[in-house]
């Protein structure tokens, strides 16, 4: 059975100002009926909500509202999948526990869209012309064929060959966006030869057990500098500076972005040219179990290590790469030599001297050696055994 990587193409709409003004009354019109679902499907169902049983009660008022038929089906979804995701977090206590003010918020108003909020079409209400670069889109003013599109011709060939399912709209910045997923099929994973080990970090974002070092130096500084921009353009306080920070509202998070793809491209790249695997740490929770001093909490707090992690790992199974994730506690305090743990053999940030055998190393270069270790003892403990059966 073949499996999929579910990736997503994002592709730039150039509509003319009639289109566009269609575009916005639909996506503002869906979103102003996505705001009433809700709250008929609370007064009626509370939290609990039920696909067949609000669409009795919901579709005919969508259609008066001028909003078509794929489009109202996939209104009341939409609704139904918030309300699910809702509970699931409720069950899961990440909304805290049941006397908690915000898990009481949540639970006695209903579900509230953004205006601008994206919405879902699919082939009942959308077209696709790969080779003339254009889409056709069913809105409550018609349906507008020939809306030109641009994206990279790596984005191209991947909506070509692997467009499957569903495309959101959205508008950002006034530009209009269509988000469509594709389903890429996944090469058979390699036995790998040994692991390279992640250990990911804020002073360098990644450092690897085969080398490689990408120092986190200029990315910091210029969230430094970002930060010191947004103080002074919030104490200013003007129109003018209200309108610079909503322009550079999300710069710096498309800059961090951008790192994280060159450097889990990178990591790939490496992995897959020399028939080795990765190994990474497990994370999650991080923010609740460290603790640190207070100049400290704004850096740690925006940087996005979780988004490094899931791009290595769904460029690696892109690539056919094995990813394994391992337990991170002691890493840094552990020689990658003699195993010795002494939390005192990290002298610093940068250097690791290892009280038993007395090895010099770069502090994160030991810890991804550790990282490297566990990993190959993690996939040996977890694949197949390859001894061949007795004869009896």
């Known amino acids: 059975m073949v499996a999929f990587v579910k990736i997503v193409v994002s592709v730039k709409l150039r509509?003319?100002?009639?289109?566009?003004?269609?575009?916005?009354?639909?996506?503002?019109?869906?979103?102003e009926g996505a705001n009433w679902v809700p709250e008929v499907a609370y007064e009626h169902f509370g939290l609990t909500v039920r696909e067949h049983a609000l669409r009795k009660l919901v579709y005919a008022g969508l259609?008066?509202?001028?909003?078509?038929?794929?489009?109202?089906?996939?209104?009341?979804?939409?609704?139904?999948?918030?309300y699910t995701t809702l509970r699931?977090?409720?069950?899961?206590?990440?909304?805290?526990?049941?006397?908690?003010?915000?898990?009481?918020?949540?639970?006695?108003?209903?579900?509230?869209?953004?205006?601008?909020?994206?919405q879902a079409y699919d082939h009942r209400n959308m077209g696709w012309d790969i080779d003339a670069q254009t889409v056709a889109i069913t809105t409550r003013q018609g349906r507008m064929k020939g809306i030109p599109f641009v994206c990279s011709p790596g984005a191209l060939k991947t909506l070509a060959a692997y467009r499957k399912g569903e495309a959101d709209l959205l508008c950002r910045d006034g530009a209009w966006y269509l988000i469509a997923t594709c389903e890429v099929p996944e090469p058979e994973m390699y036995e790998p030869d040994e692991f390279i080990g992640v250990d990911l970090g804020i002073e360098n974002i990644a450092t690897t057990s085969s080398g490689y070092k990408a120092a986190g130096r200029e990315?910091?500084?210029?969230?430094?500098?970002?930060?010191?921009?947004?103080?002074?353009l919030q104490k200013k306080g003007t129109k003018s500076a209200k309108r610079l920070l909503k322009k550079r509202s999300r710069k710096e998070a498309r800059r961090a972005r951008d790192i994280n793809h060159c450097i889990s491209k990178r990591i790939v790249t490496e992995a897959e040219r020399t028939g080795r695997?990765?190994?990474?740490?497990?994370?999650?929770?991080i923010r609740d179990r460290v603790r640190l001093r207070r100049p400290q909490r704004v850096t740690f707090h925006s940087w996005a290590f979780a988004q490094l992690g899931e791009f290595i790992v769904y460029k690696a199974r892109r690539a056919g790469v094995?990813?394994?994730?391992?337990?991170?506690?002691?890493?840094?305090?552990?020689?990658?030599?003699?195993?010795?743990?002494?939390?005192?053999?990290?002298?610093?940030?940068?250097?690791?001297?290892?009280?038993?055998?007395?090895?010099?190393?770069?502090?994160?270069?030991?810890?991804?050696?550790?990282?490297?270790?566990?990993?190959?003892t993690v996939w040996n403990a977890g694949r197949k055994s390859r001894v061949p059966a007795t004869s009896s």
């Open 88 to 118: 699931a977090n409720i069950k899961a206590g990440n909304l805290g526990p049941g006397n908690s003010k915000r898990r009481r918020k949540a639970e006695s108003k209903p579900i509230i869209f953004r205006a601008d909020a994206a």
């Open 15 to 31: 509509p003319t100002a009639e289109v566009a003004t269609a575009l916005g009354d639909e996506l503002y019109g869906c979103n």
């Open 63 to 82: 259609r008066e509202r001028g909003i078509k038929s794929a489009a109202a089906q996939q209104l009341i979804k939409k609704v139904v999948d918030a």
């Open 219 to 232: 990315l910091n500084r210029y969230r430094r500098r970002q930060q010191r921009l947004r103080a002074r």
């Open 322 to 376: 094995p990813v394994v994730f391992v337990d991170p506690r002691h890493t840094s305090q552990t020689c990658c030599e003699c195993g010795h743990t002494d939390e005192k053999s990290r002298v610093d940030q940068r250097h690791f001297i290892c009280r038993g055998c007395g090895v010099v190393a770069h502090a994160d270069r030991n810890a991804s050696h550790n990282i490297a270790q566990r990993g190959e």
């Open 277 to 285: 695997g990765i190994s990474l740490e497990k994370l999650k929770g």
